[in-house]
């Protein structure tokens, strides 16, 4: 992956989507880190686990996160989306 798709920012893509309510994301955030964010919220939709079980996600759930945001930001790239 190159290191400009790895870097960039969730607000490079606002104008993606005209009028939609958005809210900056913190320092440091790139647009890998926000799908891997929102991928994990999908992974964890329907995850049964206890209240403080984060053994699930350690394991499983971010790196597989961030597997679904690296596939995400190819096939950007591979539509000329960045």
């Known amino acids: 992956m190159s290191e400009a798709l790895e870097n ?11 009028g939609s309510f958005y809210f900056p ?7 890998r880190d926000y799908f891997a964010g929102q991928a994990l919220i999908g ?14 996600f350690e394991q499983y759930g971010a790196p597989v996160a961030y597997k679904i945001a690296d596939a995400m930001l190819e096939a950007r ?3 000329g989306g960045a």
């Open 8 to 18: 960039e920012t969730p607000e490079s893509i606002v104008h993606l989507f005209p």
């Open 25 to 31: 994301a913190p320092p440091g955030v790139t647009l």
């Open 43 to 56: 992974l964890s939709s329907g995850f049964n686990g206890g209240v403080g079980d984060t053994e699930w």
């Open 77 to 79: 790239k591979q539509e």
